[in-house]
Each structure stands twice: as structure tokens, then as C-alpha cells.
């Protein structure tokens, strides 16, 4: 069966970076977009970036300029970079796996998640 599995998680103080990671399994990793979503409490999930099989990426606004996601196809592994890290980035981060090489659908499988929190 697919998993994806998050880690690389945790506190940071504001200003700081975390590198999140998720590999995935039971899918041919290369062919499929992934993306990363977070949920902070009581609000809707949200995505936060994408990237497709072609290796094109989509940011929500907010983390622009300070989110990098990329992928390893060798490593079936997808990374999220955050920078400059803000107490409004806390919540659990989520990776999704979609059901093709585009982001033209809501994900398919889910990670468990993995909390990151800011604060001082």
C-alpha cells in the first residue's frame, strides 16, 4: 500500500528554519505531483506548496519567497525548506502524493503529518 512519511519537524524560535522530508512508498514516485499542506488550530487545511512530476512549483503567498519545495525521484523523497520562520507557520504539516504528475486534483494519500512549531 502507498505511504508517505513525514519527519524533520519540530521547535524553532522565530527567524529560524526547519527542513521537513517525506518519503514516499507503494507509488512510482517520479510519476506523481506531491505537495505540502498544514492545518493550524481550528482552521481549514491549506496548501502550502506543489511540485509537479515536471518539477514545476506553486507557493501559497505568504510562505513565497521563503518556502522551497523540491524533490529527489532516487530517494522517492520530497523536501520542504522553510526559512525565516513566523509563529503564524505553526500547525501540522502534511504530505500528499496526487493522482497523476499535476496538481489539477486534490491529493490522493495523505502522511500522518508532523507538527512544527514557532515560537520564542
Known amino acids: 500500500q502507498v505511504q508517505l512519511v513525514e519527519s524533520g519537524g519540530g521547535l524553532v524560535q522565530p527567524g529560524g528554519s526547519l527542513r521537513l522530508s517525506c518519503t514516499a512508498s507503494?507509488?512510482?514516485?517520479?510519476?506523481?505531483?506531491m505537495g505540502w499542506y498544514r492545518q493550524a488550530p481550528g482552521k481549514q487545511r491549506e496548501l502550502v506548496a506543489d511540485?509537479?512530476?515536471?518539477?514545476?512549483?506553486n507557493y501559497k503567498a505568504s510562505v513565497k519567497g521563503r518556502f522551497t519545495i523540491s524533490r529527489d525521484n532516487a530517494k522517492n523523497t520530497v523536501y520542504l525548506l522553510m526559512n525565516s520562520l513566523q509563529p503564524e507557520d505553526t500547525a501540522v504539516y502534511y504530505c500528499?502524493?496526487?493522482?497523476?504528475?499535476?496538481?489539477?486534483?486534490?491529493?490522493?494519500?495523505w502522511g500522518q503529518g508532523t507538527q512544527v512549531t514557532v515560537s520564542s
Open positions: 500528499a502524493s496526487y493522482y497523476s504528475g499535476t496538481t489539477l486534483t486534490n491529493p490522493r494519500y
Open positions: 507503494g507509488i512510482v514516485f517520479a510519476n506523481y505531483a
Open positions: 511540485i509537479t512530476s515536471g518539477m514545476r512549483t
